[in-house]
């Protein structure tokens, strides 16, 4: 393994990310897959070295001996390309999960090919398997001469050309073999879920990987953005979709479960489910970026997974819409020792008020994308107005999903001001039912009140995290970025320069400081500090927006990714990987510049 | 009594497909009969699925017939005697019928002999489909002897 792992765990900055619009899988910089669920995003993991570097099981493919490796995606792709110098030469391996084609191929298809480039460099791999979290047993066997996998109604086979006979490594199967230049090597993962193993042909398996070459670059040529962060925000728009569980059109929040906000702390959470209160985020990007058909399928999805708790919303919602999230904790290892690794998110019982206000938001940005909202989703969404000025007042648990007691988050009131707000203009249109026009404008207003009279500090010159407490947040930002008020009314412009100054480290911000009630401390969150960037454009602050933008982009990984947070002293990503929220953040910052600059 | 061979063979296919089906999303095997048979006829995976369920509930009828001829010959049916001929039904299915007969007509599926070359393979079932995970024998039995009682019975509540 590579020599910048530390205890068998490589850092999270070392991973990129390969997909197929329903997993993703994970793979270092020295080659070894260390994430892999199968079949979904959110099912176990099969290759959960990234969170057990002993137990958890990789797909280790590397040269023998000492190596350089660069990488890069293959422009305008979710295919991986790993360059490894070596003394004996040169070799190049091309990563991805293919897209299925028509025809026969497994129902899901991890492809590896090795190029020589120059000399004969020797290499080895190690398929290392460990079905449902490491904690099912797996029997390997054979299948017409190929090695496979078994666990109850899952199975993985191995199938390899030029690439060594495959052996058995014990729990493992292994194989080395010589990479000659101008010669290639094809290694295929397939993957079976209550069905019989499709073993693929080499022809079939290349000719995948070449098509799914293909299909990324036509997906990403139609994105629309041509602004100066280009590279930057298609790459966003590429981890972005390979987050988006096709199946469904929900967006999984991240790829990963459990990877710590703390090295070695107790801050993991399961991050593959989908947040509604990512919708307005996520509508804005994925509108600014061409991507309606996503947006669709997404805002669909919200509306279709909510109505079992209609008019209430859950904090998040499973990959199928599903409603239950029951927490619980593996018996693993946890990256660099950071336990427990949480399956499942207690936070899906939290009351969170901000959602609805995004929820609105989001329904008006489809509405005018669109030119309108279907009879069905406007009587659902009055109905969740009318939810709104029932449920303001109480206390929650705020956007950052506080574990401690509930309290008046004043973001969380902002958000309910904005989503009545929202309601009010789209009844207007005609948009909604306006039955209850009027209450929802006498709602609002109160809630202006609250947040105006309780929610604003004279000594801090800003809104506060919660009325009695002089602590900033930097979710208050989004008090610009939804609308809550003129973007350059003085008490927004006041609490921007607060939130930079009281919370910022260098170009990046922390959510917020002080006790949260959990153990231990975390790093910077990347989307606050693109929240920043995007507050600066539309209070026409240019030259602020821009100059922040230029410091925040280089921060991203070798591949163009971004994890949760980032450690400010050490650079260092935190938290779970890649990040949808810090993506759309990035992509929303930079079409706001744009935007401000047309 | 034909007819109620035949309702018997639709209901029993129904009930047979349905335990088969919860076997799988129970985690006790990996065995697919609809997807297993319709990529005998095509790649395409969704289409492989629709014809597969197709050609189910085809072979389905046509052993409810077979189970008829056997009735008549001996003299008498029933719930009983029924699963009396899925146990075999399944034995021979396992043993013989999948195992042997099925990876040598598939077109797709891989035998013994063969190692991963030009053609996509499908994995084959192995003695009574233990490839499929080792609970499978045990589903098939007890789906086919459910197929087997309610073929059994519809006959000899027709005759």
């Known amino acids: 393994m590579g020599a910048s792992r530390s205890r068998g765990y490589a850092p999270i900055r070392d991973y990129a990310a390969i997909g197929d619009g329903r997993t993703v899988a994970l793979v270092a910089r020295d080659g070894s897959v260390d994430w892999l669920c199968l079949p979904d995003l959110d099912s176990p993991s099969v290759l959960g070295a990234l969170v057990d570097a002993e137990r958890g099981g990789r797909f280790a493919l590397e040269p023998e001996g000492p190596c350089e490796a660069t990488r890069r995606y293959l422009p305008e792709t979710n295919v991986l390309e790993t360059t490894f110098a070596t003394a004996a030469g040169t070799v190049r391996v091309t990563d991805a999960m293919t897209l299925p084609r028509g025809g ?108 799914t070459e293909r299909s990324w670059r036509e997906w990403a040529r139609d994105r629309e953005y041509d602004g100066p962060w280009r590279e930057a925000v298609l790459r966003s728009a590429l981890a972005l979709k390979l987050l988006v569980f096709a199946p469904s059109g929900a967006i999984a929040a991240a790829a990963t479960t459990s990877l710590p906000e703390e090295i070695g702390g107790a801050r993991n959470w399961d991050y593959r489910f989908s947040w509604p209160r990512d919708a307005s985020f996520a509508l804005q990007a994925l509108l600014a970026l061409g991507c309606a058909p996503e947006a669709r399928a997404f805002f669909s999805w919200m509306l279709h997974a909510s109505r079992l708790t209609h008019p209430r919303l859950h904090v998040l919602y499973r990959l199928d819409g599903r409603a239950e999230a029951e927490e619980e904790s593996l018996p693993l290892a946890g990256y660099r020792g950071s336990r427990p690794v949480r399956i499942g998110n207690g936070a899906a019982q939290q009351v969170q008020l901000d959602v609805y206000g995004e929820l609105l938001v989001a329904a008006a940005r489809f509405a005018s994308a669109t030119g309108g909202l279907d009879r069905d989703h406007a009587r659902r969404l009055a109905e969740v107005a009318d939810f709104v000025c029932e449920c303001w007042e109480q206390p929650d648990a705020g956007i950052w999903e506080s574990r401690g007691e509930r309290a008046h988050f004043v973001q969380s009131k902002l958000m309910c001001a904005v989503g009545l707000r929202q309601a009010c203009e789209l009844a207007e249109g005609g948009l909604l039912p306006a039955g209850n026009r009027a209450r929802w404008g006498r709602e609002e207003q109160r809630i202006r009140d609250f947040v105006e009279t309780r929610g604003w500090s004279e000594r801090q010159r800003a809104y506060v995290q919660r009325p009695g407490d002089e602590r900033l947040d930097a979710s208050l930002l989004v008090a610009v970025l939804a609308g809550y008020d003129e973007p350059r009314a003085p008490r927004l412009l006041a609490t921007v320069d607060a939130v930079r100054r009281e919370l910022g480290r260098g170009p990046l911000i922390h959510r917020y400081l002080g006790d949260d009630g959990l153990p231990g401390e975390e790093g910077a969150f990347l989307a606050c500090s693109f929240w920043l960037v995007e507050a600066y454009a539309r209070q026409g602050r240019l030259d602020e927006a821009a100059a922040l933008m230029d410091e925040l982009v280089p921060l991203a990984n070798d591949v163009g990714l971004f994890a949760e947070e980032i450690d400010p002293a050490t650079g260092e990503f935190l938290g779970n990987f890649p990040q949808g929220l810090s993506h759309l953040a990035l992509v929303n910052a930079a079409v706001s510049i744009e935007e401000a600059r047309a | 009594m034909i007819w109620g061979a035949l309702v018997g063979g639709l209901a029993g296919t129904l009930v047979l497909t349905t335990l088969l089906r919860a ?17 005998a006829v095509t790649a395409d995976r969704v289409r492989a699925k629709a014809v597969g369920y197709a050609l189910h509930a085809v072979f389905g009828l046509v052993f409810s017939l077979a189970y008829y001829a056997v009735f008549a ?75 087997g009682a309610i073929v059994g019975g519809f006959v000899s509540l027709s005759g």
């Open chain 1, 104 to 211: 026969l191929g497994p129902y899901r298809e991890l492809v590896r090919r090795v190029d020589g480039l120059t000399g004969t460099v020797p290499l080895r791999w190690s398929l290392e398997p460990r079905f449902g979290y490491a904690g099912r047993t797996t029997r390997i066997e054979r299948r017409a001469g190929v090695p496979v996998a078994v666990s109850g109604r899952d199975a993985v086979a191995l199938c390899a050309w030029d690439a060594g006979e495959p052996a058995d490594g014990g729990d493992a199967i292994v194989g080395r073999f010589e990479a000659r230049e101008g010669r290639s090597s094809l290694l295929v993962l397939g993957a079976a879920h209550q069905e019989p193993l499709v073993l693929p042909s080499r022809d079939d398996a290349e000719l995948r990987l070449h098509e």
């Open chain 2, 23 to 39: 076997a799988s999303e129970l985690g006790l095997t990996r065995m697919d009969l609809p997807f297993l048979l319709g990529t």
């Open chain 2, 73 to 147: 010959v001996v003299g008498r049916s029933g719930f009983v005697l029924g699963a009396a001929f899925g146990l075999v039904h399944a034995l021979f299915a396992g043993s013989a019928l999948v195992n042997v007969l099925l990876p040598v007509v598939h077109p797709r599926m891989g035998t013994g002999f063969t190692a991963a070359g030009s053609a996509p393979l499908l994995e084959p079932p192995g003695f009574m489909l233990l490839n499929y995970g080792r609970q499978t024998p045990l589903a098939t039995v007890v789906a086919h002897v459910a197929y």
